[in-house]
């Protein structure tokens, strides 16, 4: 059993005592979550949001416990979905990072280009937003009023896009930045200048017809044995000590002169950067605004574009106990072939009885229930064309067999566990939904518990969907007050359940029907309806076989049966021995192994297999064709080459010419040792 509650805080003099029943609350939220599926619904949605902020809400949303609150949420998803229609996809982006820089900005630290442009795509996002639900207002929709709360710092955007451009402090950022810049490239063409004069006027003393730079300095290629002829300074020598590279003495000027500009540039740099960085943190607290909004709106966006991927309808909500869903569908399951489900408990009814056939959909039926309901209180719109949900207090389910070998727990005592804590928790706000009531014992003390759990949640006052297999709960459920049967229709000419809901009546297991369609004998159909119904009741049953005519009837003995398929199986077995032919490459499961057919497949499916280094006898199942015979080998090709030895070849060579005493030796394989000799000789033609 697990139950969902919404979950409270405390005040700190019982936050500890707190801290533990919220770790419980949370354990069994998260396991009704699990049962009903809410979690795999969770998950799809989580993937429509795009803020971390939305994810984890989403993680940890919970049912409304107000009304007023709830009507709210649902109409901002019903919103949410009309402008995601008309408008499209709104332009949101994740935040996280944002978030980090604007707090860096706060803090004083200087923020870096790359961050800088982080913020502007930010601002950009948030003016887009903006923009986005300002075209909504055309359509009145009320979501779309959330654009006022946008304010956008136009300022901040402008100079980050004016001043940072591709990851850089653009050269016009400022005036004395582009000034420095222009002067640092002048600088550095000067000396290229330089060091080019030096290397024209001495040709003869460079090693190469290129400068290049060592440490920052630029310098020239000279010959070792040439040092004292040009005027300068030794920066670099070559691997070999052949090539000196010096700076020319007039070079030296312009590189003291770029490393002051290299300082002045990264000084300017910097304030231009801590500027910015100070109109970051200026707008930080309308930024963090705007944030917050556009991760609010994410989550609600997130539920619109589930409504729309689920094709989901905004249910109405109700404090009267009562629960109307038409064509619900279970979200999760194909819509092609998901069956509509009909369902409503409204009045004085608070409890339904399900049953019918096993795989007829009850228990899917009950979950869809639910988790429509759940997700309707948790401000979603449901699977179905139309929808009244009432509003619970909590959710309590009781469904698998619940075995645990650690706590030594059979099926049936999980669920008697499971049913005491449900009824523990149940109150008149409940919901509660308890798949196969009372099994996992004998039927007839079964059948009472199952009786007995039914009183108890009938007093209780809670809504609460079970279903059963025993007759008795049935007729319980007809004659109780405020309890009602239903069943999942199955029809008996197919043997294949509809999955539609009958409120109102009760079903049937269909087991007999079931029974005759697979070919049991009547009698022993017979038989089992009077043990189960008594002799009058089982006259009503009509089985298939009865409903031929009489010389038909009577030509299906039970033995029937067996000899069609003898008959089917023989021909099976004759196709068997075309199915492989002698030489044919197979592969030998489940080892994998590749051999030749050198015997084909028996009266047994059985066939011999030539494996390297022996022969097996293997059933015709684990061998597969790997290439056929007639690829491998021409027409009238001697097997005996690969399959005899070359002794046993020579004698049946010699055999062919003239009397011998000798003796052809096989060694069968399968039985692993010697099976018989042969021995052969040539008389008038025969073998003896």
């Known amino acids: 059993m697990v139950f969902l509650r919404p979950i409270f805080g405390g005040g700190s003099r019982r936050s500890e005592w707190f801290c533990v029943m919220r770790e419980e609350e949370m354990e069994k939220k998260m396991n009704i979550e699990k049962q009903i599926e809410l979690d795999k619904i969770k998950e799809l949605w989580m993937e429509l949001a795009v803020t971390e902020w939305a994810k984890e809400k989403i993680k940890d949303t919970s049912f409304f416990l107000s009304e007023r609150t709830l009507r709210k949420q649902l109409r901002d998803t019903t919103d949410g979905k009309q402008l995601v229609e008309k408008l499209g996809t709104p332009p949101l982006q994740g935040v996280g990072e944002i978030k980090e820089i604007i707090e860096i900005a706060e803090k004083g630290g200087c923020l870096d280009p790359g961050q800088l442009e982080k913020t502007e795509r930010a601002l950009a996002a948030m003016r887009r937003l903006k923009d986005y639900l300002g075209r909504g207002k055309a359509y009145e929709n009320p979501l779309a009023y959330y654009e006022e709360n946008l304010n956008i710092p136009e300022e901040l955007g402008e100079e980050i896009g004016r001043q940072i451009r591709n990851g850089m402090v653009d050269d016009r950022a400022s005036g004395e930045l582009e000034r420095i810049r222009a002067r640092i490239v002048k600088c550095e063409e000067d000396?290229?200048?330089?060091?080019?004069?030096?290397?024209?006027?001495?040709?003869?003393?460079?090693?190469?017809?290129?400068?290049?730079?060592?440490?920052?300095?630029?310098?020239?290629?000279?010959?070792?044995?040439?040092?004292?002829?040009?005027?300068?300074?030794?920066?670099?020598?070559?691997?070999?000590?052949?090539?000196?590279?010096?700076?020319?003495?007039?070079?030296?000027?312009?590189?003291?002169?770029?490393?002051?500009?290299?300082?002045?540039?990264?000084?300017?740099?910097?304030?231009?950067?801590?500027?910015?960085?100070?109109?970051?943190?200026?707008?930080?607290?309308?930024?963090?605004?705007?944030?917050?909004?556009?991760?609010?709106?994410?989550?609600?966006?997130?539920?619109a574009k589930l409504s729309i991927d689920m094709d989901g309808t905004e249910p109405s909500v109700n404090t009267a106990r009562k629960i109307v869903l038409k064509d619900a569908r279970h979200p999760l399951m194909d819509r092609k072939v998901s069956v509509p489900l009909q369902f409503e408990v409204r009045g004085d009814v608070r409890g339904v009885v399900i049953t019918g056939p096993n795989t007829g959909g009850k228990t899917v039926a009950i979950k869809t229930v639910m988790l429509n309901c759940m997700m309707a209180q948790c401000g979603l719109h449901v699977a179905c064309r139309e929808a009244d949900v009432c509003m619970s207090s909590a959710y309590l389910c009781?469904?698998?067999?619940?075995?645990?070998?650690?706590?030594?727990?059979?099926?049936?005592?999980?669920?008697?566990?499971?049913?005491?804590?449900?009824?523990?928790?149940?109150?008149?706000?409940?919901?509660?939904?308890?798949?196969?009531?009372?099994?996992?014992?004998?039927?007839?003390?079964?059948?009472?518990?199952?009786?007995?759990?039914?009183?108890?949640?009938?007093?209780?006052?809670?809504?609460?969907?079970?279903?059963?297999?025993?007759?008795?709960?049935?007729?319980?459920?007809?004659?109780?007050?405020?309890?009602?049967?239903?069943?999942?229709?199955?029809?008996?000419?197919?043997?294949?359940?509809?999955?539609?809901?009958?409120?109102?009546?009760?079903g049937e297991s269909c087991a007999f029907y079931i029974a005759d369609r697979l070919g049991m004998p009547v009698e022993m159909l017979k038989v089992a309806a009077q043990a189960a119904y008594g002799e009058e009741e089982a006259m009503r049953y009509c089985f298939r076989k009865e409903d031929l005519p009489a010389d038909e009837g009577k030509?299906?003995?039970?033995?029937?049966?067996?000899?069609?398929?003898?008959?089917?199986?023989?021909?099976?077995?004759?196709?068997?021995?075309?199915?492989?032919?002698?030489?044919?490459?197979?592969?030998?499961?489940?080892?994998?192994?590749?051999?030749?057919?050198?015997?084909?497949?028996?009266?047994?499916?059985?066939?011999?297999?030539?494996?390297?280094?022996?022969?097996?006898?293997?059933n015709h199942k684990r061998v597969k064709l790997h290439v056929a015979a007639d690829e491998l080998y021409p027409e009238d090709y001697d097997f005996s080459i690969i399959f005899d030895t070359a002794e046993n070849r020579k004698i049946r060579h010699d055999m062919e010419r003239k009397y011998t005493e000798e003796v052809i030796r096989y060694e069968d394989s399968h039985s692993h040792f010697t099976n018989g000799l042969i021995s052969a000789t040539i008389d008038s033609g025969k073998f003896s």
């Open 191 to 303: 000396m290229k200048q330089k060091a080019g004069q030096v290397m024209r006027s001495h040709k003869e003393y460079m090693a190469d017809h290129y400068c290049t730079f060592r440490n920052g300095r630029i310098c020239v290629p000279v010959k070792k044995e040439y040092k004292l002829k040009i005027q300068g300074t030794v920066m670099d020598k070559s691997s070999t000590g052949n090539t000196l590279f010096m700076e020319p003495a007039g070079a030296a000027k312009y590189y003291e002169e770029l490393q002051q500009l290299r300082i002045d540039e990264e000084n300017e740099v910097y304030r231009i950067l801590y500027t910015l960085t100070a109109m970051v943190a200026f707008a930080a607290d309308v930024m963090k605004e705007n944030i917050a909004w556009m991760e609010k709106l994410d989550f609600v966006f997130s539920k």
């Open 555 to 618: 030509s299906l003995p039970c033995r029937s049966h067996g000899r069609i398929l003898k008959q089917k199986e023989g021909k099976k077995r004759k196709d068997l021995g075309q199915k492989y032919k002698i030489g044919d490459s197979v592969m030998v499961y489940p080892d994998r192994k590749i051999g030749i057919v050198c015997e084909p497949v028996n009266e047994k499916g059985i066939l011999r297999v030539q494996l390297p280094g022996k022969k097996i006898w293997i």
């Open 398 to 506: 009781d469904i698998g067999d619940g075995q645990n070998m650690a706590e030594n727990l059979s099926t049936f005592s999980a669920h008697i566990k499971n049913v005491l804590e449900v009824l523990a928790e149940i109150d008149e706000s409940s919901f509660v939904i308890m798949d196969e009531l009372g099994s996992g014992t004998d039927p007839t003390e079964g059948m009472g518990i199952a009786v007995a759990i039914l009183e108890e949640l009938r007093k209780s006052g809670a809504l609460f969907l079970v279903t059963t297999h025993y007759p008795e709960v049935k007729e319980y459920a007809d004659r109780t007050q405020g309890i009602q049967n239903a069943k999942m229709a199955f029809d008996k000419e197919t043997l294949k359940p509809t999955y539609q809901m009958v409120i109102g009546e009760a």
